[in-house]
């Protein structure tokens, strides 16, 4: 999964939860599954963060 895929999957649920029409009995497993990909998506930026920083500092040797 790409970090674009799990934001769109998240503003879905998102909108699904918003809805007037929104399930009661689905609204566990809509918050179970955000928080899976706000964790996904909270790696992804800290490992993101973390390569940009060493190539900045590789740059910076030069």
Do not use: G, H, P, W
């Amino acid at each position: 999964m790409t970090y674009s895929e799990a934001i769109n999957e998240l503003e879905e649920i998102v909108r699904k939860m918003q809805s007037e029409e929104c399930d009661i009995d689905l609204l566990s497993s809509y918050t179970a599954r955000a928080l899976e990909l706000l964790k996904f998506c909270k790696d992804k930026l800290f490992k993101t963060d973390e390569e940009v920083k060493k190539c900045l500092e590789a740059l910076s040797s030069i």
